[in-house]
């Protein structure tokens, strides 16, 4: 079965610096991996997805994670963060073999990431 | 505007008294699921369903009922409450259920036993 760490429950920044969220995950086959970020009060957004293809996405607001499955991480980076990148990121992962006509994503335990003026 | 509305956002209960949290969505998603989340442990899924009528166990379903006569609501039981039943409790949907479609959550509902 596949599963997701992610490796710091907080992570505390200054304003207009760069972050990097780490996530690691752990499969037999093949995953779709995912980034979602729930700000506070709020419910999950998707934040950035990879399914196949270039190993590097990117989000609309800046963000962007790179595949890389010799060392099955996703990491979540932000060159220059901004106050409103205050939130949870939380990493998923499915299977990319349809198992049973039905693949349930799996979240890590979420990463605080708090910006700091 | 695309959205899943759960209700209630917030209620204080006893043990023992049941409840239902509703939850909608007006994108027509054959895909709903319920997740609760808690600190430390991330989201745990409850139930999931494919679709009307469809419905199957998540991880964490010890407690939890829930059905699915129509596409657009999936409401969560709890038939008799208990504190460890405190939580935060998310519905989702999407519009299939293959691992690689976008998840749509609703704003959460936070629920207290005592």
């Known amino acids: 079965a596949q599963s997701v760490t992610q490796l710091d429950s907080q992570v505390p920044v200054f304003e207009e610096a760069p972050v990097e969220l780490r996530c690691n995950y752990s499969?037999?086959?093949?995953?779709?991996l995912f980034w979602y970020v729930q700000y506070p009060n709020q419910g999950l957004q998707l934040l950035l997805k990879?399914?196949?293809?270039?190993?590097l996405v990117e989000s609309i607001n800046g963000f962007e994670a790179e595949f890389n499955k010799s060392q099955t991480s996703f990491h979540l980076r932000k060159p220059s963060v901004h106050i409103s990148d205050t939130a949870e990121y939380f990493c998923?992962?499915?299977?990319?073999?349809?198992?049973?006509?039905?693949?349930?994503?799996?979240f890590g335990a979420g990463t605080r990431l708090a910006v700091h003026p | 505007e695309a959205q899943v509305t759960q209700n209630p956002r917030y209620l204080i209960t006893v043990t023992g008294k049941k409840l239902t949290v509703t939850c909608s969505q007006n994108m027509n998603h054959e895909y709903m699921s319920w997740y609760r989340q808690d600190p430390g442990l991330g989201l745990r899924q409850i139930y999931y369903?494919?679709?009307?009528?469809v419905t199957d166990k998540g991880d964490v379903p010890e407690g939890y009922k829930v059905s699915r006569k129509e596409k657009r609501n999936f409401p969560l039981i709890l038939e008799s409450p208990s504190p460890n039943q405190t939580s935060l409790y998310f519905c989702?949907?999407?519009?299939?259920?293959w691992g690689t479609g976008e998840l749509f959550f609703g704003e959460g509902s936070r629920l207290t036993v005592l």
């Open positions: 998923a992962v499915s299977l990319a073999v349809l198992s049973g006509g039905y693949n349930k994503l799996i």
């Open positions: 499969s037999s086959v093949s995953v779709y």
């Open positions: 990879y399914l196949s293809g270039s190993t």
């Open positions: 989702a949907s999407s519009r299939q259920g």
């Open positions: 369903s494919m679709n009307v009528e």
